[in-house]
């Protein structure tokens, strides 16, 4: 069993960095990717970020268009955790964030997509005012 738990989130205002961290994605056999997921009132759930282990080496990452030239996600394998960097946070990003891990390889055109993740956290919201 995976057990996540998000940690982070807050109120901040446009233009400011904010980190997410994920803790409990450890690689295991149990999980070969974890992602970062977001879902604002009245929108469906939409990746954000991933990062997937192959191996004990390397690590692939992947970024919705949205967040690509803002977001960063990495790995602290010392202390079994998963980050999100935010910088120059928008409005539109205000939403509850998930961390979500998978415990098989996901296909690449998949890899944002909520339904194939099998864990989830309990999320942490992030409300950016303008």
């Known amino acids: 069993q995976v057990r996540l738990r998000e940690s982070g989130g807050g109120s901040v205002q446009a233009g400011e960095f904010l980190q997410l961290s994920c803790a409990g994605a450890?690689?295991?056999?149990?999980?070969?990717?974890v992602g970062w997921f977001r879902q604002a009132p009245g929108n469906q759930r939409e990746g954000v970020a991933v990062?997937?282990?192959?191996?004990?080496?390397?690590?692939?990452?992947f970024y919705a268009d949205s967040t690509k030239d803002r977001f960063s996600i990495s790995r602290n394998k010392r202390e079994n955790t998963v980050y999100l960097q935010m910088y120059s946070v928008k409005p539109e990003d205000t939403a509850m964030y998930y961390c979500?891990?998978?415990?098989?390889?996901?296909?690449?055109?998949?890899?944002?997509?909520?339904?194939?993740?099998?864990?989830w956290g309990q999320g942490t919201q992030v409300t950016v005012s303008s």
């Open positions: 979500a891990a998978a415990p098989s390889s996901i296909d690449s055109a998949r890899i944002l997509l909520p339904s194939q993740y099998d864990y």
């Open positions: 450890e690689y295991s056999t149990h999980t070969d990717c």
């Open positions: 990062i997937c282990f192959p191996d004990r080496i390397t690590e692939n990452r």
